[in-house]
């Protein structure tokens, strides 16, 4: 009995030894194929986009690219000194404006089709059409009824005007994005209300709350976390969209509606001037992850993990 | 240890596979014999005729097995993106198509890359000679004689469309042949809900032709060598004279400001609208779908600069700019022989009708587009094609159109609200030479 004892107690320390990894080290190992697939799809095309930003990669150079002239922070300079700036404002204020316009759309909807009614999957079905529509076929349909003479205008009358250039071409670009997009933050909230147990619906109920605080303080404190997640993923995708602007304004864009994906876009594909425009997305990646950064700290998206280890 | 065997296989074996992967990827079948061999050769999707196009592939490729009895491997980009991202693929990686067929205001921009066949006689021989095209396509093959890289495939010139019942209605006895007897006429067809020019402003390719060809006919290239001449009086009366049909002479339809080229051709297939400023052959089915069934003509865009009556000592006599795709021959390739077979296949008479058939594309053939000049609507069209004159061969004419297309797409507010002012157009012109003078000090 005492050999059976020590038995595993002697092969558990001789394992470690043999195999050169510990129990403790062993999911870590596990991660390896994971972490060579992030090196590969992350950190390699991020690397390279780094070093063509410091070399004079243009259509002269292309052929023998491992020997383009090394400029340093040359093509950054310049980026600043272009319409790099203006363009992450416009892009910046463009993706936030409409995600505070979403996010009330997509959680009252969310609470519109919470509860069970007679052809609720229908109203569902009908709230998730503007998501299933490629951005394509959004922005083609928009540009159509956004015309000088096309529909918009018709409905408007007098209130009409030129949307697709100048001042009111921001505001179309805004008003087609939350078009398309408010069905995100609709779907993450209505995911949201589908993990709140029906016992804390009851006992609220047993407590005699009335609609406003049950929505207040049983409702909403459920959706914060995923809302404040799709807050985020929802202003990522407005900063990154260059399908809907292309599409709507064409290239050249008219100023008001330059976003970075525009201008990297021209910068690359119509300039051909690759370092630069590696520049300028490299920038853009700086500026933006940074305010991201000090969202996440601020928001603690984790609050679901800290209240389980409590 | 077994396992350790089983394991050092199993990485030869994947590192094999991949080397083979690697080297099918490469493709490049060389020699100049075809048998068993494939041709790699991309070229632009017709959006406008898919069926038809496939068609002619099919033929070309049975033609071209039975002359060579290699195979031709099709490609298709479906956008100048597309295009340009396969290019630059194909140019770093040093493999790719055989064979490119691109637009020829991308030519200059491909010979910077260095990386296509530059034509020698050697190589004109084995495609037929220079002498079998006509002369003014090859104004965009190189920079200069020695230094050709493009073998001109098809045309597009561009041209006017007009209504022949309006005009004659109007009292108009011929098209216009100047820029300011366009605009005369254009006033006297402007009536009512009937306009007397469908003009595309807000189309990303339209603005700048018309901009480029007044200037070449007042004398002024756009580019001088290495120096940008926008901020230029000839290139400021260009864009007043295109602004002020909008603004001041009031003969374009005010929705312009938003039209592309396509909707501009739909206004004027409804048959409210004396002219088509800028359009060309290929609009033929579209405009014979509408209301002008039967009611239209082609004609030859205006070669006399506005303000004048008569084209000055320096100008260019420039009907079009030279527009179609020309042929290119990768570096790379290791089936060069068996490409110029195949260039020579589909710039000879036989192929260039058959193309004109299939695809509505015009001859670069100068016997093929002869034989065409029996039709009096084509014959405008074919003239246009020998009036057209070469944008400038630099590797940065891209960054220029795109100032001088600019310019425009930033002033479409003050066209909707019917007027510019010089000053504005001056700020433009000052943005747009400063673009384009610095793409010009960067050219290598």
């Known amino acids: 009995m005492t050999i059976l004892q020590r038995r595993p107690q002697q092969q558990a320390v001789a394992e470690p030894h043999r195999r050169g990894v510990t129990r403790r080290q062993r999911p870590l190992w596990l991660l390896a194929p994971g972490g060579v697939l992030l090196v590969v799809v992350v950190a390699v095309p991020l690397g390279l986009a780094v070093w063509i930003s410091l070399i004079d990669l243009d259509q002269y150079t292309l052929r023998r690219w491992v020997e383009a002239p090394f400029l340093g922070l040359g093509n950054y300079a310049e980026s600043l000194d272009t319409a790099l700036l203006h363009s992450i404002w416009v892009s910046v204020s463009f993706a936030v404006l409409a995600t505070a316009i979403t996010v009330p759309i997509g959680v009252a909807a969310a609470l519109v089709t919470q509860n069970a009614y007679r052809g609720r999957a229908v109203v569902r079905a009908i709230f998730l059409i503007p998501y299933v529509l490629p951005s394509f076929v959004v922005a083609t349909v928009w540009r159509t009824m956004l015309q000088p003479d096309g529909v918009v205008n018709a409905w408007l009358g007098g209130l009409g005007g030129l949307w697709l250039s100048g001042p009111r071409s921001y505001w179309a670009l805004v008003l087609v994005e939350v078009w398309a997009a408010w069905p995100f933050i609709y779907l993450m909230a209505l995911a949201a209300l589908q993990s709140v147990e029906s016992e804390v619906y009851e006992a609220s109920a047993v407590d005699g709350a009335t609609w406003w605080p049950k929505l207040t303080r049983v409702v909403l404190p459920y959706l914060r976390g995923p809302v404040l997640l799709a807050c985020l993923l929802a202003t990522l995708n407005h900063i990154n969209n260059f399908t809907l602007p292309f599409v709507l304004f064409g290239a050249p864009a008219p100023e008001d509606v330059t976003v970075m994906p525009m201008l990297v876009y021209v910068t690359s594909f119509q300039s051909l001037r690759f370092g630069l425009s590696a520049a300028m997305a490299v920038v853009s990646m700086i500026i933006i992850a940074i305010p991201l950064f000090v969202y996440l700290r601020a928001v603690r998206l984790d609050v679901h993990e800290q209240e389980a280890r409590r | ?444």
């Open chain 2, 1 to 444: 240890m077994r396992s350790g065997r089983m394991r050092l296989a199993l990485a030869l074996a994947v590192v094999t596979g991949l080397v083979a992967a690697v080297a099918a990827c490469g493709g490049g079948d060389g020699g100049s014999g075809g048998s068993g061999k494939t041709l790699n050769v991309l070229i632009g999707a017709n959006t406008q005729y898919p069926q038809e196009q496939q068609a002619w592939q099919k033929s070309i490729a049975e033609q071209f097995k039975a002359q060579t009895g290699a195979q031709v491997k099709w490609e298709t980009f479906a956008s100048a993106n597309d295009e340009l991202t396969k290019i630059q693929t194909s140019v770093v990686a040093g493999s790719g198509p055989d064979v490119y067929a691109v637009g020829t205001t991308f030519t200059p921009t491909a010979y910077a890359t260095k990386a296509f066949v530059t034509l020698g006689d050697q190589e004109w021989q084995k495609i037929g000679g220079k002498d079998k095209f006509i002369a003014s396509t090859l104004g965009i093959s190189g920079p200069d004689e020695q230094h050709r890289i493009g073998i001109p495939w098809v045309g597009r010139p561009f041209v006017m469309a007009y209504n022949t019942e309006l005009l004659s209605a109007a009292g108009i006895q011929h098209p216009a042949t100047t820029w300011d007897e366009l605009t005369e006429q254009a006033k006297k067809l402007t009536n009512g809900d009937q306009h007397g020019l469908a003009v595309a402003y807000k189309d990303n390719y339209d603005p700048w032709k018309f901009i480029w060809g007044m200037s070449v006919q007042a004398g002024n290239p756009i580019v001088d060598g290495r120096t940008a001449r926008l901020q230029d009086p000839v290139v400021r009366k260009a864009y007043e004279t295109y602004f002020g049909w909008l603004t001041t002479d009031k003969v374009v339809d005010p929705a312009a400001v938003g039209w592309t080229n396509s909707q501009a051709i739909a206004a004027f297939a409804e048959g409210r609208t004396g002219y088509m400023a800028l359009t060309s052959a290929l609009a033929a089915k579209a405009l014979d779908a509408g209301a002008v069934k039967g009611k239209w003509r082609f004609a030859l865009l205006p070669t006399v600069p506005p303000g004048a009556a008569a084209r000055p000592a320096n100008g260019v006599e420039a009907a079009s700019i030279l527009s179609g795709d020309n042929l290119l021959i990768a570096g790379y390739s290791k089936a060069k022989e068996l490409a110029f077979q195949f260039v020579k296949l589909i710039t000879d008479q036989p192929a260039q009708l058959e193309i004109y058939r299939q695809l509505g594309q015009l001859p670069s053939n100068a016997a093929a587009a002869q034989s065409l000049q029996s039709d009096p609507n084509l014959k405008v069209v074919v003239e246009a094609q020998l009036k057209s004159k070469a944008t400038p061969f630099s590797g940065a004419w891209a960054d220029v159109q795109l100032a001088l297309t600019n310019a425009v797409v930033q002033s479409i507010p003050e066209l909707a609200k019917g007027s510019i002012t010089g000053a504005q157009i001056d700020g433009r012109l000052a943005d747009a030479q400063k673009s384009a003078q610095s793409a010009l000090d960067r050219v290598k």
